[in-house]
């Protein structure tokens, strides 16, 4: 399984990034996925998952209307739109692999497999 991000970088606040997650070594379609990220010196925060089909998502209230998480199962890619960017989404973003189709948190956490190498993203004006 192989999972790399790219896309982030710097913005402005009230600005526009689109992460990108590409996806190899596992057949992507059959899998929920997630971005996570770490603010920095913090902990992780789950961001925003979606189902194996792309037709349910979910979202943390502080990115709801801002963020919109989507995938290209033809392309093996797993998308996430950031808008309307603030400072406060500064952070280290990661996408997750979940164990199945569905989006799973347990009482011990979510269910990733795998995880990517992480994306920087810096808001600062």
């Given amino acids: ?12 606040p009230g600005g ?15 899998y ?3 971005w996570v990220r770490q603010a920095p010196g913090k902990g992780l925060e789950w961001v925003s998952a979606i189902n194996n ?4 998502t979910y ?3 502080s990115v709801k ?5 989507s995938r290209d199962n033809a392309k093996n890619t797993l998308y996430l739109q950031m808008n309307r960017l603030k400072p406060e989404d500064t952070g280290l973003y ?3 692999k979940h164990a199945s189709h569905k989006v799973v948190f347990t009482a011990s956490g979510p269910d990733y497999t795998d995880w990517g190498q992480g994306m920087q993203v810096t808001v600062t004006s």
């Fill in 1 to 12: 399984v192989q999972l790399v991000e790219s896309g982030g970088g710097l913005a402005q």
């Fill in 16 to 30: 526009s990034l689109r992460l990108t997650c590409a996806a190899s070594g596992f057949t992507f379609s059959n």
């Fill in 32 to 34: 929920a996925m997630s």
């Fill in 53 to 56: 089909d792309g037709s349910v």
């Fill in 59 to 61: 979202y943390t209230d």
């Fill in 65 to 69: 209307g801002r963020f919109t998480i």
């Fill in 94 to 96: 990661f996408c997750a």
